[in-house]
């Protein structure tokens, strides 16, 4: 599997901006998607799942501000990000799971200006 993500940039404190993820390849048994991010100086945190039956899951310092989708025919997923604050500034990481394997796409930066 491999994964492909865009979308990063330089967005205002209070604004919002997406992010885009392209699957490829063994697609068919991805059981989840989700995003990671990791800010300058900090550990690669979770942020966010979409599991196979569109359930999501969410870090609670992103609830109600990012949504994250998937669309099964393009086999993108995206992350929708609203109310966006400086601390949330970081390399956002799209990464899945084939059975028991763990795959990552390459990092895009976000950067919040306040």
Do not use: H
Request: charged share 15%; glycine share 12%; with cysteine.
């Amino acid at each position: 599997v491999q994964l492909q993500a865009s979308g990063g940039g330089l967005v205002q404190a209070g604004g919002s901006l997406a992010l885009s993820c392209a699957a490829s390849g063994n697609i068919y048994d991805i059981s989840v998607m989700g995003w990671y991010r990791q800010a300058p100086g900090k550990q690669r945190e979770w942020v966010g799942y979409i599991y196979k039956n569109g359930r999501t899951e969410y870090k609670d310092s992103v609830k109600g501000r990012f949504t994250i989708t998937r669309d099964s025919v393009k086999n993108t997923m995206s992350l929708q990000m609203s109310s966006l604050k400086p601390e949330d500034t970081a390399v956002y990481y799209c990464y899945c799971t084939v059975v028991l394997e763990s795959y990552w796409g390459q990092g895009t930066l976000v950067t919040v200006s306040s």
